[in-house]
């Protein structure tokens, strides 16, 4: 894990954007080559630059699903922090920072920082149920989709 907040930050973005145009299945039916491009919509990367992410339709009859998005590397499903911030900033704070040195350290508020404090915790603890390991910051690019289904399922069941 890099040394500073602001070179974890540059580094993840870089990473969610080389993953933008991944392997391209749909998460629903697991089909490959029947979709197309169908709009996009926008996020901020962790440095607050605004990227897109293409949407697709899946065209397979069978599927359960119209549309689809691939969430890339390193992007959490509407969370906007990453896995590595979370930990992160959770790893300052079990080494004894307060939270206002942690806000300041990172830019951020007082506030946020209790939040995702909290939300690290649920994720690690999460985490260890689900694969029976500590949460890593980053996993393969290859299990990132299952994962964030996972996640997705685990702590915003009605969002899908
Ligand atoms: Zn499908």
């Keep these: 894990m890099p040394q500073s907040w602001n070179s974890l930050i540059t580094i993840l973005s870089e990473i969610t954007r080389n993953n933008l145009e991944s392997s391209i299945c749909c998460p629903h039916c697991s089909n490959c080559d029947l979709h197309i491009r169908w709009g996009f919509y926008s996020r901020y990367l962790f440095n607050g630059e605004l990227i897109n992410i293409q949407r697709y339709r899946c065209d397979n ?15 959490l499903p509407i969370v906007r922090t990453s896995l590595c911030m979370l930990m992160y ?68 069941p009605k969002r899908l």
């Design 61 to 75: 009859d069978q599927c359960s699903h119209k549309t689809f998005s691939i969430l890339p590397h390193a992007f």
């Design 89 to 156: 900033i959770l790893k300052m704070y079990q080494h004894g920072c307060c939270i206002a040195d942690i806000a300041r350290n990172t830019g951020s508020s007082w506030p946020k920082i209790q939040r995702w404090i909290i939300r690290a915790l649920s994720i690690r603890e999460w985490f260890k149920k689900e694969y029976r390991k500590d949460s890593p910051c980053l996993l393969p690019v290859s299990r990132w989709s299952s994962f964030t289904q996972k996640f997705s399922w685990a702590f915003y």
